[in-house]
Each structure stands twice: as C-alpha cells, then as structure tokens.
C-alpha cells in the first residue's frame, strides 16, 4: 500500500527547518514544504501549496500555515485526505492584533527588522524556555532566513485574511488540532470553539509547551502527528 505524502504548512517568519525533526521521522515518506515566501495573500499561498502537492495528500499546518490549510479546504478538500492545525486559530484578527501587526511593518520600514523576532520571542515561547540557546537560535535563525521583504508580505496576507469559523463545519475529513498549554498566541478557548466546529475532530494539548510544539515538544509532537497519520493507512 502507497504511503500517504505529506504537505506542511509553516507559521510566520518559519522554514522548513521548523519541522527538521519531524522531516527526520518521515524520511521514508514523501514529504513536500509549502512555499509562503512569494505570496503577499492568504489566497495566494493557498494556490501555490496545492499547484506544489501531491493529488491527495495530508496536511499540516502550524500558525500562519493554518489559515492557508483552512484555505486550501475551502478550494481543493476533495485532495485533503487528513488535516492537522498546529498552533492556529480560525478567526481573523481584531483590532489589538491588527495594531500589533502594524507596529512590526513599521519596525521593519525603519530599519529595525531584527527586532520584530526579538518583539515575539515572550509570545513565542513559555517563560522557562526564553533563554534555551537552542529555541532561540532556531527562531533567529529562520527569521533571518525569511527577511524584511518576505515578513511584509507575510504579514499583509494575515491582516487580509478572512473570517475561517463560518466554514469549519465544512470540513469533515479527520482533524487534529495540536496545541501547547504555554502558547502566548492561541488561546484554549479558540482551541474548543474550533474542535465543536468540526465535524469529528480531536485536540492534543502539550503541558508547557509554547508556539513551537514541534520544536519546543519534537519528539511528543512527532509521535502525535505519526499516529494520526498512520490511522490512515491502517
């Protein structure tokens, strides 16, 4: 039996690399990276991850990478055969995360682009893991390699995006949602209102654990997204 191929959908200032461990435990599988480098809508990202997917595939999506999975379910989900949102929410934003977003375009128009990753390292990560060289490095690291130019069309596409919860109830294949106890960006309450929303989905909440899960909890994380998948091959 084919293995089912898996597309994964990163957060905001993410790459690839936010998945390396759990890219290591599915080296045997085909595994594909979404591209939201490009894009400067969430529309935009969606139809480039769907042109770059298999037929019918899995999807995996962590942060901003949810609101393009939410909108690949809106186009394509016929090809989705399994969803899992990771630290999203499907509402859009309100006026104090609007003001936020803003605050970081102007950081980045004056030059200080560096410190947009400094700004959300507290939201970021769970109190006890704000000095972890290793977290901080990564998150850095990728910020580094997404720049200025990038960050501004990414966050342009999550200012614009649209209300998800009106079609949640639309989405009937199997999800997950993954969600850590520590996450400064999702909230618990989000994470309930999205799982009564959809038909037969489940949640795996991580204690401690910030927006990160798949970095911050690897091999916990790992194991959940691993057995969800496998559910459909068995």
């Known amino acids: 039996m084919s293995r089912l191929p898996v597309m994964l ?3 905001q200032l993410l790459t690839a690399e936010s998945w390396a461990p759990q890219r290591a435990a599915w080296a045997d599988r085909d595994v594909r990276h979404a591209d939201h480098t490009q894009d400067d809508t969430i529309a935009g990202m969606a139809d480039r991850l769907l042109a ?4 019918r595939f899995a999807l995996v999506a962590h942060a901003m990478g ?4 939410m909108e690949v379910m ?3 989900a016929p090809r989705v055969a399994r969803l899992a949102l990771v630290a999203t929410l499907a509402s859009a934003d309100g006026p104090a995360q609007t003001a936020r977003r803003q605050g970081y375009i102007d950081l980045v128009t004056a030059g200080r682009f560096e410190q ?3 700004e959300r390292i507290p939201m970021l990560f769970p109190p006890d893991r704000r000095d972890d060289p290793v977290l901080l490095g990564a998150a850095r ?9 990038t960050f501004l069309r990414q966050q342009r596409a999550i200012m614009g995006r649209i209300d998800s919860r009106p079609s949640l109830g639309r989405i009937t294949v199997p999800a997950l949602l993954i969600r850590g106890t520590g996450d400064g960006i999702t909230t618990a309450e989000q994470q309930a209102d999205m799982l009564a929303a ?7 909440t991580l204690p401690g654990v910030g927006h990160l899960p798949m970095l911050e909890a690897p091999a916990a994380t790992t194991a959940i997204l691993t057995r969800w998948i496998d559910e459909a091959e068995a």
């Open 198 to 204: 959809m038909p037969g989905a489940r949640l795996e």
């Open 52 to 55: 770059a997917a298999p037929p």
């Open 116 to 118: 947009v990753i400094e």
């Open 66 to 69: 949810g609101f393009v999975a």
């Open 9 to 11: 959908a990163s957060g």
């Open 141 to 149: 690291r990728m910020a580094a390699d997404t720049g200025a130019d």
């Open 74 to 76: 809106r186009r394509a």
